[in-house]
């Protein structure tokens, strides 16, 4: 049964980078698309986007410009970085795994991390 | 504003069965599978109905799901209080990212 544990900086001032990593326990890196969502307090869930074992990365269109992807195969991990943030990306982040069917390019989120809590507060 | 609409709640009593609807566009949920998200509150979202209409292992089978054009609904009979928990349609959008719906609180009453 793969796991997804998570970590990072809990507590971020506005501009500064939020950094974040997700590692995967009991399962292939390969063939899956590495996910990372994000739920604001009381809100419903964002797609920040996605890598792939070979490094291809899809990015929600709004956060595209300050979002950077990376995953490290060696490890099993991959990474979430996002610039300048302000009070608007206080939320908690979840990283996933990712599949799809044939057919269709719906991503089946199987398996979740616990989530962190990423506040952004002067 | 999410991409895909859902209803922001839904109840219903035990034993009863309830619907709730996700609505999207040619884009995404007219060219593309659903799935549906379940949300126990203080934890991470769990997979619920894949590709439609499809139950991962160790759901049960009074959850199921259903599409139809751009339109997708989950169904849940036979309610019971564990089942009290948000629940979120998603989807992937040719404009190549993912999509949900900005979920929906079911209240088991």
């Known amino acids: 049964q793969v796991q997804l544990r998570q970590w990072g900086a809990g507590l971020l001032k506005p501009s500064e980078t939020l950094s974040l990593t997700c590692a995967v326990y009991?399962?292939?890196?390969?063939?899956?698309?590495w996910s990372w969502i994000r739920q604001s307090p009381g809100k419903g869930l964002e797609w920040i986007g996605e890598?792939?074992?070979?490094?291809?990365?899809k990015y929600n269109p709004s956060l595209r410009s300050r979002v950077t992807m990376s995953g490290d195969t060696s490890k099993n991990q991959f990474s979430l970085k996002l610039t300048s943030v302000t009070a608007a990306d206080t939320a908690v982040y979840f990283c996933?795994?990712?599949?799809?069917?044939?057919?269709?390019?719906?991503?089946?989120?199987?398996?979740w991390g616990q989530g962190t809590l990423v506040t952004v507060s002067s | 504003q999410s991409v895909l609409t859902q209803p922001p709640s839904a109840s219903g009593t035990p034993g009863q069965r309830v619907t709730i609807s996700c609505s999207g566009s040619?884009?995404?949920?007219?060219?593309?599978?659903v799935n549906w998200y379940q949300q126990l509150p203080g934890t991470a979202p769990k997979l619920l109905i894949y590709?439609?209409?499809q139950r991962p292992s160790g759901v049960p089978d009074r959850f199921s799901g259903s599409k139809s054009g751009t339109s997708a609904s989950l169904a849940i009979s036979g309610l019971q209080s564990e089942d009290e928990a948000d629940y979120y349609c998603?989807?992937?959008?040719?404009?190549?990212?993912?999509?949900f719906g900005g979920g929906t609180k079911l209240t088991v009453l």
């Open positions: 009991g399962g292939s890196f390969s063939g899956y698309y």
């Open positions: 590709s439609n209409n």
């Open positions: 040619s884009s995404n949920t007219g060219s593309n599978t």
């Open positions: 890598i792939t074992h070979s490094g291809s990365t």
């Open positions: 998603a989807a992937w959008d040719d404009s190549l990212n993912g999509v």
């Open positions: 996933a795994r990712g599949f799809r069917n044939r057919g269709s390019g719906s991503r089946i989120l199987d398996s």
